[in-house]
């Protein structure tokens, strides 16, 4: 079978144009036309046609080069470079000019407050299009490795224990110091020796400076490199990271809010990441499902539960396991006389409150101890039963009984199809496993920027590139 062999050197009469070598149905050009359509004052992004001046870079086009180079976890600022003179598309999108990899850096770095807001503006674009309803809405999070080292992590253990041998070791040193001196006072120089004593002064200081900052900020570590990240715990070990946050639309599995929180879990993140979602979708949510991941009833308290039908499963719901014969919750409460009654009739008093818990305690006392279960319910004999109330016993009962309900179970089914599934791709496909920008600012920046770029390829294959860009055009 004969080969075909290409020519290089072939002349073309008329030479093609840049934007003559990009198909009209390429994604690039769906990419470019939702970045057009951006008003970038929303972003707080300058933008001045008529800028007069030593030029720069068009923001949109800089906007677009990110945007497009994270759709194919191209990221770092020297491969976006290396794209603009060896990529078709890449070059088609800045007009065949080639930035620099510190001016694309430099463009990332100091637009990351304005970059973090972008899935905000895409997803409301999504709300234009009839693409996003926001009824039904779904949230997770997952823990993504920050641009530091874990061994840069300290505690207040860990820096009071340096300190320590710090200390020891001046103190030798100091003692080495004044015997040389005395025997040999008219031989060499001990340059080295007080060059490792300056060092190790150096070293305390910035130990001790680290020390007091945890102390200020209360906070149970600090990571030199990036004083915002926190050590989280995944199936790879321990590193420095944060914790990513998106909340999916039911409608098309499209992103309507990311967010960066500097926690190594999602608990306590219910309110806040619900409420962001709420306002870009103008408060149409109606449902709100989570996993027990997000089970904090105090924070959960602060959505208005009838307005709004939370599913979400305690903790025990999750774990699938059947309750004891004795569990606290075959024990009925009495409102009025505020206490506990067991199946055999006891009752439990209330004894006292935990701050800490924030619940209040009941317990059986003496009584406990001639009931025929002693020993099956209870093997206390100094107070007997004890059950802790939590202030929030109501909210949590309520969500309990809700997540039993065939409808709320069904609802709940779909969650791992939409909010896992953007993960899935971001993480694997994308290969985004870990940030590029240190600080939250950065990351929520680098978030944010990923879940547009998610969503632009959600509708792409949805509506097709000309589909898109004919809907970004004519939203109505």
């Not at 710090?166 to 003692?175: K, P």
């Amino acid at each position: 079978m004969a080969y075909k062999h290409g020519e290089r050197n072939q002349a073309v009469f008329f030479p093609k144009t840049i934007d003559e070598c990009v198909a009209n149905d390429a994604p690039v050009r769906a990419y470019a036309a939702f970045i057009q359509a951006i008003d970038l004052n929303l972003l707080n992004i300058e933008y001045d046609p008529n800028k007069v001046g030593n030029s720069s870079y068009n923001p949109k086009t800089m906007l677009t080069l990110l945007a497009y180079g994270y759709s194919y976890g191209l990221r770092s600022s020297r491969k976006l470079e290396r794209a603009c003179h060896d990529i078709l598309p890449f070059i088609w999108i800045m007009g065949d000019l080639k930035p620099d990899h510190k001016t694309i850096a430099e463009f990332r770095r100091k637009n990351r407050n304005s970059i973090k807001k972008i899935i905000k503006l895409c997803a409301r674009m999504c709300v234009e299009m009839d693409l996003i309803d926001g009824n039904v809405l779904f949230m997770d999070g997952s823990r993504l490795r920050a641009n530091a080292s874990v061994q840069n992590s300290w505690t207040k253990k860990k820096a009071m224990k340096a300190l320590e041998e710090i200390d020891e070791r001046i103190e030798r040193l100091l003692n080495e110091c004044e015997a040389v001196d005395e025997e040999e006072k008219d031989m060499g120089s001990l340059v080295k020796m007080n060059e490792e004593l300056k060092d190790k002064k150096v070293l305390r200081e910035r130990i001790a400076g680290i020390l007091e900052k945890i102390s200020k900020e209360d906070s149970s570590s600090l990571n030199t490199t990036d004083e915002d990240c926190v050590r989280i715990h995944s199936r790879q070990g321990s590193h420095a990271g944060y914790n990513g946050q998106i909340v999916v639309d039911d409608k098309n599995g499209l992103i309507v809010n990311s967010d960066v929180v500097d926690t190594n879990c999602d608990n306590g993140q219910f309110s806040s990441q619900l409420q962001q979602a709420q306002v870009v979708v103008d408060g149409k949510c109606k449902t709100a499902v989570a996993d027990a991941g997000y089970v904090d009833w105090e924070d959960i308290s602060n959505t208005d539960i009838e307005k709004t039908d939370i599913i979400l499963p305690s903790c025990f719901q999750a774990s699938g396991k059947e309750k004891k014969a004795f569990d606290a919750s075959h024990f009925q409460y009495d409102e009025q006389n505020d206490c506990y009654i067991c199946p055999v009739g006891i009752k439990l008093l209330h004894s006292g409150y935990d701050p800490k818990r924030k619940c209040k305690i009941y317990i059986g006392g003496k009584a406990c101890l001639k009931c025929v279960n002693f020993g099956k319910c209870t093997k206390n004999k100094h107070y007997g039963k004890k059950i802790r109330r939590s202030d929030y016993e109501k909210t949590r009962a309520k969500l309990e009984k809700r997540y039993e309900e065939p409808d709320a179970k069904k609802i709940y089914n779909k969650r791992k199809t939409k909010v896992e599934h953007p993960f899935g791709h971001i993480k694997r496909n994308l290969g985004f496993g870990h940030f590029l920008l240190r600080g939250l600012e950065g990351v929520r920046a680098e978030w944010s920027l990923i879940a547009c770029v998610f969503n632009i390829t959600r509708m792409i294959r949805m509506l097709g590139v000309n589909g898109l860009i004919t809907k970004i055009r004519s939203p109505g």
